[in-house]
């Protein structure tokens, strides 16, 4: 498949254990972020949202936690599976009116071992 | 339903040709969005279409350019190819791109030599 990136950081993990992937974003105007997950020779696939007026969101195995203080975005994986791996993105929404300009970060490789 | 799809699935040209790439968006989604992605800059936005009107705008240069027909069907064209084009363009729709989940394609490798 095709890398979607060489030169990620990468964060190693035994499944099982639990991921946290961090992002930091620019835009303290920014109301509106995302987690992708891309794997190799796909697009990016929505994992979870998460508003600028709420600091906390949880979905099935993940969680998102927004600190707007800090501007620090993080998403937690639990109980991490081989599946799991894969390239993760945060992305920020800027733009005038709402409308769907996504910011996205470098991204982060999670390699998930058995 | 289907997801969304993007044709050709890779492209390879030469420097100073030109490009046209497709995108059908998911039926029913009328916001089509256009996104670069190379390993030096990761993934950036190009344009946003919404009822065949561009409503937002990335930092590119205008060789870069998109339409969007009245089906919601997107395409987006590059001229003046240059070798830093060699990028995996991602296409993403959403039902109204106010915030809503964007679903996106598998993406057009396109090289240029």
């Known amino acids: 498949g095709e890398s979607v990136g060489l030169h990620l950081p990468t964060l190693s993990v035994q499944e099982g254990d639990n991921s946290i992937i961090n992002c930091a974003y620019s835009?303290?105007?920014?109301?509106?972020f995302i987690w992708y997950k891309q794997e190799s020779g796909k697009g990016p696939q929505f994992i979870i949202d998460i508003r600028s007026n709420m600091d906390k969101r949880q979905g099935q195995r993940v969680t998102v936690l927004l600190n707007k203080t800090v501007k620090h975005l993080s998403l937690q994986i639990a109980a991490t599976q081989p599946g799991d791996s894969a390239v993760y993105f945060c992305?920020?929404?800027?733009?005038?009116?709402?409308?769907?300009?996504?910011?996205f970060g470098a991204g982060t490789r999670l390699a998930v071992h058995p | 339903k289907a997801g969304v799809t993007q044709t050709p699935r890779y492209l390879i040209k030469t420097r100073g040709q030109q490009v046209t790439l497709s995108c059908s968006p998911i039926?029913?989604?009328?916001?089509v969005s256009w996104y670069q992605q190379t390993p030096g800059q990761g993934l950036q936005f190009l344009f946003e279409?919404?009822?065949?009107?561009?409503?937002n705008k990335g930092n590119f240069p205008g060789r870069f350019s998109g339409r969007q027909f009245s089906n919601s069907r997107s395409e987006m064209n590059v001229s003046t190819l240059e070798l830093g084009d060699s990028a995996l363009y991602l296409c993403?729709?959403?039902?109204?791109?106010?915030?809503?989940?964007?679903?996106f394609g598998p993406g057009t490798r396109l090289t240029v030599t």
């Open positions: 279409y919404f009822s065949e009107t561009q409503r």
């Open positions: 835009n303290s105007a920014s109301d509106y």
């Open positions: 039926s029913g989604h009328r916001s």
């Open positions: 993403a729709s959403s039902w109204s791109g106010t915030s809503d989940e964007q679903y």
């Open positions: 992305a920020e929404r800027r733009g005038s009116g709402g409308y769907n300009k996504l910011i």
